[in-house]
């Protein structure tokens, strides 16, 4: 049973788009994911890709044509039963290569012996601060 392929909403306030490619062509068996037309709005460019597997019956657009949100560009015979392929079909997942590695641990505690920076003697700190750093130091507790 043939089917329509309309094409999605292409993002927020986008209104149309051009199409600059079609990689099929009516005859041609696509499979869930692949790439069908090449949409270019005013944002980006994207690639629409088939909803299921299937046959392409004909291919409504062409490169150069504008295009809208639900406007119908491919139809095509969905293949029956391979909408769900089984567990031992499907691909075992990999770990992602670009998955950043664990952070690095934190700098060790300073120790007893590093020497810390008082107000009074810090350039960074405020004049007020250090001022009053070296008051406090100066006077004699009570």
């Not at 049973?1 to 696509?30: R, W």
């Not at 392409?56 to 406007?71: E, T």
């Amino acid at each position: 049973m043939a089917k329509d392929f309309k094409l999605p909403n292409l993002g927020e306030g986008v209104e149309s788009g051009d199409v600059v490619g079609v990689s099929i062509k009516a005859g041609d068996s696509v499979t869930k994911g692949q790439t069908m037309i090449e949409v270019e709005t005013n944002k980006a460019v994207m690639d629409v890709p088939a909803p299921e597997d299937g046959k392409v019956v004909a291919v409504n657009v062409k490169s150069g044509d504008k295009v809208k949100p639900g406007q119908v560009v491919v139809t095509y015979d969905a293949v029956a039963g391979a909408a769900a392929p089984s567990p031992a079909a499907r691909p075992l997942r990999t770990p992602n290569p670009q998955r950043p590695a664990a952070p690095p641990p934190p700098p060790p505690p300073r120790s007893a012996s590093s020497p810390v920076k008082s107000a009074s003697t810090c350039t960074r700190c405020p004049a007020a601060v250090r001022a009053a750093a070296s008051a406090k130091r100066t006077s004699k507790p009570t």
